[in-house]
């Protein structure tokens, strides 16, 4: 009887053994959201000059191709993304080999605690990644936003602001090495008394409402 038992007990432990590794091979940035848009990217069609919006929830939340009325533009942007979540699926960007990539990412990299410097390396590298994978993709890096705590919400995000202005000034300065262009968001959308993300386009601090993507529409259509 106890033979038995411990036959039954090892047959089930072998069993889990797969879930188990499974689930310590996941990198931190993989949560449930972020495998169900990156699984569905990779089932979509590839087509022809295709524009990417490639991002965070603040990208995922812009309904851009109803925007621009353009059905070229694809948005890939998936909500709590990092920049190390981005160059993790970038090859599903690259592959279909788009006309050009709009980059918008960072800002949950610095709630988490990374270093600027770090997200500052990591969204060249992204930039790097798409010219090295699609050679004649124009790449265009957009600043990150402003944030906003007078709504004292996401207080890991909106206390970032020191950090968001030297990595966007680090951004600018290395787009005028590269075949990269940079555009600058943050001037557009902070207020004229301060550097916080001007209340008429968020309701959070963080997240934009429709006059925030319209504003963001308005600067970047000359590019689409």
């Known amino acids: 009887m106890l033979n038995a038992k411990l036959i039954v007990t090892a047959l089930i432990l072998v069993c889990c053994l797969p879930v188990v590794r499974a689930q310590e091979g996941k990198k931190s940035f993989q949560s449930t959201y972020y ?10 069609p590839n087509t022809k000059n295709e524009i990417i919006f490639m991002g965070n929830s603040i990208t995922d939340g812009g309904e851009w191709s109803e925007l621009f009325q353009n ?5 890939r942007g998936i909500s709590g993304d990092v920049t190390e979540g981005v160059l993790f699926r970038l090859s599903e960007v690259t592959e279909s080999k788009p006309a050009k990539v709009f ?3 960072g800002i949950n990299d610095l709630a988490r605690g990374l270093s600027k410097e770090a997200v500052f390396s990591n969204i060249c590298k992204i930039a790097e990644q798409i010219q090295s994978d699609s050679p004649k993709t124009r790449v265009y890096i957009q600043s990150l936003l402003p944030v906003n705590p ?22 600018k300065g290395w787009c005028t090495k590269t075949s990269c262009s940079f ?9 004229d008394s301060n550097d916080y993300m001007n209340p008429i ?4 601090g963080l997240h934009l ?11 970047i259509r000359e590019f689409i």
């Open 35 to 44: 495998e169900q848009r990156r699984t569905l990217f990779e089932k979509l």
């Open 103 to 105: 980059v918008l990412i």
């Open 183 to 191: 555009i600058d968001l943050f001037s557009e959308f902070k207020s």
């Open 209 to 219: 409402k429709g006059e925030g993507y319209q504003l963001w529409s308005e600067i």
């Open 201 to 204: 386009y968020t309701n959070d």
């Open 150 to 171: 007078e709504f004292e919400k996401f207080s890991g995000h909106c206390s970032k602001t020191n950090e968001i202005l030297w990595i966007n000034q680090r951004l």
């Open 71 to 75: 059905k070229r533009i694809k948005n």
